[in-house]
């Protein structure tokens, strides 16, 4: 499912792949029936996704270059501010889970050795604090064609932009051009092989036992600095690869990022079917003989159409087909877990997960016959949102929070599963030890992120603040204690605060108000009045800037009233039309170069013709401030 050399092609070749696609299923039937699918092994693995930031916090694309120099198991992502690192598989026993974090800890290690190496860093969280939309460009997006060609044929079946709509504490609306929204997440995933002829049971128990899990995982409560959902990247990662057009919304269609349906009644080719009959083939590439062919000729095939189908295909909890030692087999793919907060909480997490995975299997036969996958469903959606506060609908009905479940039940059953299956007593304990106390104290990723933004309150710009977050997140994961110990961020954990004051989207004011041409001049008086604003953007009914309105106007609006001329007088009688203007991306030093060209005190910022902040003079004054505290400072040392 990690294929790069893919191609978006002609509806002939898409036509012969879909046929090889086809004929994989056959294959794997062929050997599910035949018994040639490893059963009675229970392997564990796990694939650790990362960012890249600079030292001042924000997203650095060097992805490439820290790949290009690495050894070892990694691997790129979609945008060249992320890297991939792969766990290597383990038989879930013995000293399996510190085994895991062992290596973890050597793969993140060697790689922040080369990335230091390269004025970067590594750091695990679900979404970055400090992201901004200039950083999701075709620019900033590795150079696999896999992923250009997923942009170009995604984009061309939606039949325009992406369009994310998030509400929580904040709300978020944006529209992009392209698939980068998906490059905000980044994940810890965990694999959990099972036979074929018990594929169903389990599936069906992973789609329960997902809510739980990530009500104690959630650790992205902000994207673009909205406050958001407790796991904002399920919300986000469904929306910003919805390649489905008008009418297929209206009619319901499924998206390709999805929980299901329904619960799995026959094999893994029953879901393999449905996404197959559901979601067009996105790539292509080349192929060899048909599976069908080398299947009769006694060897192993590896599904290369169907896997690389499957892999444009993002159910949280995904089917899984490889080959380990000649023996092919099945895996449970897990994408809900977010990466970080630090390497303990991660294993705990998927300790957590195993372990009722083993547990919930041997205590039920059939989930399905104790709780409707509704509920399932639904406990997802609101551990999402909430996280440990997330009320849930439980295996006979039952009502509870998702913190009480999980003390009370759930994590009683996952340390019976792990002993019972052999992991060893000290690992047990330590990380389902690491997860009570993390439940327990409510302190997930998510809660301490907002109650630090919360603690900072209003106290400098919102970029700084989101890069205390994250100056503050590196430094405690780093330490390597789990995320319940941690204390709160803090503004003054940021130890350069010129970083802050480098582009435009950084110090613009998004908060704008603004006025429509046809608007009575006295509303924009009254509102630079009331709000103590010096400019009043004007836009029309599709929200594009028009004009821009100053209080130099209404002076001169104001000396016409006093001659009885001014009555009535319509805002786009005194805007000046057509503003100069600048993007969000552009540098702090540029705004200031374009202010004094034209002799303007203020840029309104838009970006693809829709006003999305304002720049004025005021917004230097902080910068200009501890510029020159900086200067005395050091003048009387």
Excluded at 53 to 59: H, I, K, L
Excluded at 90 to 110: A, F, K, N, Y
Excluded at 166 to 177: F, S
Excluded at 482 to 501: N, Q
Aim: glycine share 8%.
């Amino acid at each position: 499912m990690g294929e790069h050399d893919v191609k978006a092609n002609e509806p002939k070749e898409l036509r012969a792949f879909m046929q090889a696609v086809l004929d994989d299923l056959v294959a794997l039937e062929r050997m599910i029936e035949r018994g040639l699918v490893e059963r009675d092994v229970r392997r564990i693995g796990a694939e650790q996704e990362l960012f890249l930031v600079d030292d001042g916090w924000q997203a650095t694309p060097k992805s490439e270059i820290i790949l290009g120099q690495l050894e070892g198991n990694y691997s790129p992502e979609l945008a060249r501010f992320n890297l991939e690192a792969n766990l290597s598989p383990l038989p879930l026993e013995g000293r399996c889970l510190s085994l895991m974090e062992e290596e973890l800890q050597d793969l993140i290690r060697r790689a922040r050795v080369v990335a230091q190496a390269n004025d970067a860093r590594l750091l695990m969280c679900g979404i970055l604090p400090t992201l901004h939309l200039s950083d999701l460009t075709l620019d900033n997006m590795v150079g696999s064609p896999r992923f250009h060609a997923m942009n170009r044929v995604m984009r061309e079946l939606r039949g325009g932009d992406f369009e994310t709509l998030i509400k929580g504490l904040d709300e978020l609306r944006v529209t992009h051009e392209n698939v980068m929204l998906e490059a905000c997440t980044t994940s810890f995933q965990v694999h959990f092989q099972v036979g074929d002829d018990e594929f169903a049971k389990l599936y069906n128990l992973a789609q329960v036992v997902t809510g739980p899990v990530m009500a104690a995982a959630v650790n992205s409560p902000v994207l673009l600095q909205h406050r958001l959902w407790h796991e904002t990247r399920v919300a986000l990662f469904q929306q910003s690869l919805d390649v489905r057009n008008k009418t297929q919304v209206a009619r319901g269609t499924r998206q390709r990022v999805h929980f299901g349906d329904g619960w799995v009644r026959g094999s893994v080719l029953e879901l393999l079917r449905q996404d197959v009959s559901r979601f067009r083939l996105l790539l292509s590439t080349n192929l060899g003989e048909p599976s069908t062919v080398l299947l009769e000729r006694g060897e192993i095939p590896k599904l290369k159409a169907l896997s690389l189908h499957n892999g444009t295909v993002y159910r949280w909890n995904r089917p899984c087909y490889g080959i380990s030692e000649g023996r092919p087999h099945l895996r449970i793919e897990n994408r809900v877990m977010p990466a970080g907060p630090t390497i303990p909480d991660q294993i705990a997490n998927a300790a957590f997960y195993f372990g009722l995975m083993v547990a919930l299997g041997d205590e039920h036969q059939d989930i399905t016959k104790v709780m409707d996958f509704d509920d399932a469903r639904g406990n997802f959606f609101a551990a999402a949102r909430y996280g440990l506060s997330a009320q849930f609908r439980w295996i006979k009905g039952r009502e509870t929070t998702a913190r009480d479940l999980i003390l009370s039940n759930l994590l009683p059953a996952a340390r019976d599963g792990l002993k019972a299956r052999g992991l060893d007593a000290g690992d047990v304990n330590r990380y389902l030890g690491i997860f009570e106390e993390r439940v327990a104290s409510g302190r997930t990723g998510s809660q301490w992120a907002l109650d630090s933004l919360a603690k900072m309150g209003k106290r400098g710009t919102a970029d700084e603040r989101h890069r205390a977050l994250t100056s503050a997140m590196y430094a405690r994961q780093t330490a390597g204690l789990p995320v319940h110990s941690w204390t709160l961020a803090d503004l003054d954990e940021i130890s350069d605060w010129r970083h802050s004051f480098r582009t435009v989207s950084q110090i613009m004011t998004r908060d704008v108000f603004t006025v429509h041409p046809e608007d009575v001049i006295d509303l924009a008086a009254s509102l630079m009045d009331w709000e103590h604003i010096r400019y009043v953007p004007v836009e029309d009914d599709a929200g594009h800037l028009v004009g821009l309105l100053s209080q130099r106007a209404l002076l001169r609006v104001l000396a016409r009233r006093q001659t009885g001329k001014a009555e009535g007088i319509a805002v786009r009688e005194v805007m000046y039309p057509n503003p100069i203007t600048i993007v969000p991306g552009e540098t702090t030093l540029g705004a200031i170069a374009k202010m004094r060209e034209h002799k303007i005190g203020c840029l309104p910022v838009v970006d693809q013709g829709r006003l999305v902040g304002i720049v004025t003079e005021h917004d230097f004054v902080e910068a200009s401030a501890k510029l020159l505290e900086e200067t005395l400072r050091t003048t009387h040392r």
